[in-house]
């Protein structure tokens, strides 16, 4: 038995929640420091023992009881629940938003493929106008080649 | 009326009484799982004042205290359907009031009032007002004696958090190292040095009250 030992064990002794064994005895009747100690500890101890606790109001059952069944009547918790999880809400915004972007982001492209391959009734103003747009080059060269028969013309009558 | 010892004393429509011997705390818990509301009522009879008096030893306030120890028994009662009997049933409550008690002290810090003593007015935490519990005492000595407590109180409530806990489930919980030890997560070890340092502290705090 050293001093270290008997000191953890010092709490529970000088608060009377267990005896002194032999070896801790003997220790003590060589232990000056030990056994003063000990006493101390006994008499501070004592000094908390004045330290009491009001008794609990009589409302107190009341309350509880009160609070209790207001729990049990509370409906079960059902699979909405899990929504109350914040890193679960969290994570089901996330994954939610990410899903609608998607969706948007998706019928844009596929709205953008559509409005390119739509072709206008012929015969109507948009169509002639969409023709002469696409045909640009075409009806430059034709041009040119006016261009070109008025020139043969001027060799032939000279 | 104030009370010294935290001695349960049951008393509901449930007995413990079986063939075989007293089930445990644990066991009763469990019948307390499976829906038996008057194992769970025996249990709320048996903890009232322990839980009352622990959370007033850490909150400093009998209201908040019994809004504490209520607030324990309504997470007892709502954690009954996942409670294992794989520790002892006071160990899992302590360590629901001490979660409690720390986390209200943190949030109330800064709102307790100062500790004032008067004749005339009744404890402004407590509530209580000046009783003569001795009728050979006179009010001064009643005072002093008053004095003397709240002397004490603030000298416990000084410590650090983990050895207040300590002290209080150690001196007036009547708890032993190995439960105090699970309670707050720490070797059996590590609990009897803070225990030691603690009421070493006390020992030179409270010298002059000796």
Redesign the interface.
Known sequence: MNCNEI??R???V??G?SELTVDEGKHLESCGACAEQLQ??R???????????????PY??V??QA??RE?MAKPQAGWLHWFRRPVLAAALTVILGVGVGLFFARGKISNHGQEATIVEQPGTAVSDLQALENNHDMYSDFEMLDDLDVQQDVVANP | MLMAATTPQPSSAFSPAVVGGEPSDAEIMLRAKVGDSSAFDYLVQKYRRPMISFMYRMVRNAAAAEDLAQEVFLRVYRSRASYEASAKFTTWLYRIATNLAVNHARDTRHERPEVQVSLDEPDQESGATLELPDGNLTAEQVMVRRERMLAIRSKVEALPEQQRLAVVMHKYQQMDYKQIAEVLKKSESATKSLLFRAYETLREQLKEFV
């Open positions: 000191r953890e010092m709490p529970d000088a608060a929640f101390a500890m008499s501070t101890m004592t000094v908390l023992d004045e330290w009491q606790v009001p008794e609990p109001t107190f059952d309350r509880l609070r209790l729990e």
